[in-house]
């Protein structure tokens, strides 16, 4: 079942957030498969981010690959990600 995430990470740059997403693109085995969209927003704080997974399956395999790249890069850790059930997704 889809699931929606919506995750604050406060003090993270753009360009902090762009450094993070080019070193998992390096990454074998793609980390980002059954991600379905992926919104990053610069906020007064830092940033906020909306995910559509397949899976919160798919979720949790990607957390357990970035969340060593983001310590490795000293980033801040964010408060806990927000996971609804998705009633229904579709793409124009």
Same mark, same amino acid.
């Given at each position: %079942? #889809?699931?929606?995430? !919506? #995750?604050?990470?406060?003090?993270?740059?753009?360009?902090? *957030? /762009?450094?993070?997403? @080019?070193?998992?693109? #390096?990454?074998? /085995?793609?980390?980002?498969?059954?991600?379905? @969209?992926?919104?990053?927003? #610069?906020?007064? @704080?830092?940033?906020?981010?909306?995910?559509?997974?397949? @899976?919160?399956? /798919?979720?949790?395999?990607?957390? /357990? !690959?970035? %969340?060593?790249?983001?310590?490795?890069?000293?980033?801040?850790?964010?408060?806990?990600?927000?996971?609804?059930?998705?009633?229904? *997704?579709?793409?124009?």
């Amino acid at each position: %079942m #889809a699931i929606l995430v !919506r #995750a604050e990470m406060p003090g993270v740059t753009t360009a902090q *957030y /762009d450094e993070l997403n @080019s070193k998992l693109q #390096a990454l074998p /085995d793609n980390p980002f498969r059954g991600c379905l @969209s992926h919104v990053c927003v #610069a906020t007064g @704080s830092g940033l906020l981010i909306h995910d559509l997974w397949e @899976s919160e399956q /798919d979720m949790q395999r990607f957390m /357990d !690959r970035v %969340m060593p790249v983001a310590e490795e890069m000293g980033l801040p850790q964010g408060s806990r990600p927000e996971v609804h059930q998705v009633h229904n *997704y579709w793409t124009p």
